[in-house]
């Protein structure tokens, strides 16, 4: 053989090895496991920690208050809807109790009038001219919106 | 000398050539039965998909009163930044007026509850649309991917693997939904997930847990007892521009033509 063929067989050769052993070890252990991606990546997406509790976690402690709203019209809304759980999902909601104030412009979210959403059964009001300013949990109980309050 | 060693060398350049005309041939040939020769190592670490779930969701225009409350809650659940650009999902409400203009708006996403800016009497129709990632049987964001930092999981959610994605926006660029961004704290690009971390947990997506009137149907497409399956039968479903053949997982009731 030739000793210019020689030389560019070998080079070739010593390149396709160096490009093979980088791309080795530059590839992420579980590439490729389920396709082109990382396998672990799904466990990465996995492990984060959920915030909100769902129902039933609130009605362990707060069952008097879970069964007051399941007897009336806010039964649909989950205690998660309006109660958000800004706290960790670790710590006790004693540490940072989730408070909502109730004011008309929370209750405006749903019950502000919006062409949208006037056949739905959700009752729709011009809230400023419905009870002048006041707010809203001032009258309604928000666990059983229509327990007045006198 | 002259003529002969011009034959010579002609002779040698036609064994050549039809050495290497023959191999590549004869390669070719071999190639499909490679697969046969190592099935086993292939095949152990894939999952069974018939036994995993395939994760979709109905949303019930009829049913959303646009109060923004799972756009708030995914902000919450996901870490998604405050700032009025950046949404896993939102909600947009669609007016068309009487003269026919089609007027889409989505105020900081529906946050805070979605107000009509149109005045009552140029109202033909009025709909409220929530959007989130479609979670596409043909993402056109993972084939656009060249690093392969968004895929497919197993149980049928397009993920993010955060660590991998470069930031180079392609897949921002190549999403026909508008469902991706760019995460303006970890740099990389974000979307729905579903809310991979509550689904594998038996929990719903934070969206869904927050909807108070049940808009937003979240189950398992492969077992036939889920409320979604349910919803899928009884009402006339729709994807969102079925014709990209995304095959979207996001199913939409009561969808009107001028939702785009």
Redesign the interface.
């Known amino acids: 053989m030739p000793k210019i063929i020689f030389r560019l067989l070998f080079s070739f050769v010593v390149f396709v090895g160096v490009f093979i052993l980088i791309q080795r070890s530059l590839k ?1 252990d579980s ?1 490729g ?7 672990n ?2 466990n ?9 509790k ?1 129902e039933a976690k609130c009605a362990e402690c707060h069952e008097d208050v879970y069964d007051m709203k399941s007897m009336d019209l806010h039964d ?3 205690c ?2 309006c109660h ?3 706290i960790d999902a670790n710590t006790d909601c004693e540490v940072g109790p989730p408070i909502v104030k109730g004011t008309i ?1 929370f209750c ?3 019950h ?6 006037l056949d ?3 009752p729709q009001l011009v809230l400023k001219e419905h009870y002048e300013n006041q707010n809203c949990i001032e009258c309604h109980n928000p666990h059983a919106p229509w327990d007045l309050k006198e | 000398m002259g003529p002969k060693r011009i034959e010579n060398k002609r002779r040698k350049f036609f064994q050549t050539s039809a050495a290497l005309i023959g191999g590549t041939l004869l390669y070719s040939l071999i190639k499909p039965f490679e697969a046969l020769a190592q099935p086993k190592e292939e095949e152990d ?3 069974d998909k018939a036994d995993l779930p395939l994760w979709g969701m109905g949303v019930d225009i ?8 799972c756009a ?2 995914c902000k ?2 996901n870490n998604v930044p405050i700032e009025p650009f950046y949404f896993r999902t939102w909600v947009e ?3 068309v007026k009487k003269n026919g203009e089609v007027k889409i708006e989505s105020p900081n996403g529906g946050i ?5 800016s ?1 005045p ?1 009497e140029d ?1 033909f129709k ?3 649309v929530p959007k989130l990632c479609n979670h596409c049987t043909k993402a056109p964001c993972v084939q656009a991917c060249p690093v ?7 149980d049928g959610v397009v ?1 993010v ?4 994605c470069i930031g180079c926006s392609y897949c921002i660029q190549a999403c026909p939904y508008g469902a991706r961004f760019m995460n303006p704290v970890t740099k990389v690009a974000d979307k729905c ?1 579903f ?4 689904i ?2 038996g ?2 997506p ?1 969206c869904v ?6 808009a937003r149907i979240f189950g398992d497409l492969r077992d036939k007892e889920t409320d979604l399956v349910t919803f899928l039968q009884e009402n006339p479903t729709e994807v969102l521009k079925p014709h990209l053949n995304t095959h979207c997982r996001v199913f939409y009731n009561g969808l009107s033509s001028e939702v785009r």
Do not use: W
Request: net charge positive.
């Open positions: 992420p590439f496991e389920y396709g082109h991606y990382r396998g990546s799904l990465d997406n996995k492990m984060r920690t959920p915030y909100f769902g649909g809304v989950r998660e809807s958000y759980p800004k412009k405006a979210q749903c502000g009038i919006n062409a949208a959403r739905k059964g959700v | 670490p894939k999952i009829e049913k959303c009163i646009g109060c923004g409350k708030e809650a919450i659940e409400q669609y007016t805070g509850g979605l107000k009509q149109v009552d109202i009025s709909f409220l392969g930092a968004t895929y497919i999981s197993p993920l693997d955060e660590t991998y997930t809310c991979y971390h509550r594998t947990k929990l719903q934070a847990e927050a909807c108070p009137t049940d």
